[in-house]
């Protein structure tokens, strides 16, 4: 069967939803566009069901994947939801509507499936080596360790910044003892999963996902990091940055980062700061692919490279 012209994959996470389209030339794939909304699903799910409000902008959302996706012919499309569609386990009638919207089955993922696709994308065109591999969401966090190209150990822990920060940090200001109290709570959780990395060694690790990407871009943005790599030290010099700051206003304006961004911020860097201390990582490296190439590469039979 030849492969197709285009592949596509359709990231639905817990806070934004991804479009990803590549044009496949002689086994080579090449970038044609990625486009994003923030829809904040997580946010809009409550025991099982989404709100209305929420509902209607993934509809919206899905909708424009689906009217642009039929501009381009032969496409095939990979498309997969998260940590908030897992939770969705008394709305099948909403999965249904999504469907029906974007035009394409949804497959919703395992936490350890989410895991092992994200590990794919990110270890495309890296050394063969051994690897640890971070991305937080917006509704759950993943840990990968690999060897090449392989997931050997992985973990996913329902800990997202947009279910941590309704739980803890939901205020214009920071307080501190709520911040202890959510890093308390991530290292507990953090301590269900310890054991499955445990005498594990790498010789590298990566982040993807824009809450990691604007942890990097609030400490450049600082004066106190080079842009694409995160060290440990550099990392706690961060945390009492978060509470210096009157509101979220303020905090937007010292770290230079978007406001819907700062809604989250600082959830999303108690997780990643709590996951260096646990696994005593050193440094990381930004990754600028993460499940959706995951997704992509299943698409197509290998071999083939990707620009």
Avoid at 43 to 63: P, Q
Avoid at 88 to 102: G, K, P, S
Wanted: with cysteine.
């Amino acid at each position: 069967m030849n492969a197709p012209e285009y592949v596509a994959a359709v990231d639905l996470g817990s806070n934004s939803f991804h479009l990803v389209i590549m044009k496949n030339e002689n086994n080579r794939l090449t970038s044609v566009d990625c486009r994003r909304e923030l829809v904040r699903l997580a946010a809009g799910v409550d025991s099982g069901r989404i709100n209305h409000e929420t509902k209607g902008r993934a509809l919206r959302c899905l909708s424009h994947f689906h009217d642009y996706l039929k501009s381009f012919p032969s496409v095939q499309v990979s498309a997969v939801g998260t940590s908030a569609f897992r939770k969705l386990n008394n709305d099948q009638n909403f999965l249904r509507m999504a469907e029906a919207a974007l035009g394409q089955p949804i497959r919703i993922l395992s936490g350890d499936d989410e895991a092992r696709y994200i590990y794919r994308g990110v270890s495309q065109g890296q050394p063969e080596q051994k690897r640890f591999v971070l991305d937080i969401g917006g509704g759950s966090t993943e840990m990968i360790y690999g060897e090449g190209r392989d997931p050997v150990a992985v973990a996913s822990l329902e800990l997202g910044c947009v279910t941590l920060t309704s739980e803890f940090l939901d205020y214009d200001t920071l307080p501190q003892s709520q911040l202890n109290a959510c890093m308390q709570y991530v290292d507990d959780q953090l301590d269900t999963i310890a054991d499955r990395f445990e005498g594990l060694q790498w010789d590298d690790a990566m982040g993807s996902s824009g809450t990691i990407k604007a942890v990097s871009w609030a400490m450049h943005n600082l004066g106190i990091a080079e842009e694409g790599i995160i060290a440990r030290n550099q990392l706690d010099r961060l945390l009492p940055v978060l509470t210096q700051a009157g509101n979220q206003q303020q905090l937007s304006h010292l770290l230079e980062l978007n406001p819907r961004r700062i809604a989250v911020f600082g959830a999303g860097y108690i997780i990643m700061h709590r996951i260096f201390h646990k696994f005593d990582i050193q440094k990381m490296r930004i990754s600028n692919k993460a499940i959706r190439e995951g997704l992509i590469e299943e698409l197509i039979a290998p071999p083939y490279t990707v620009d």
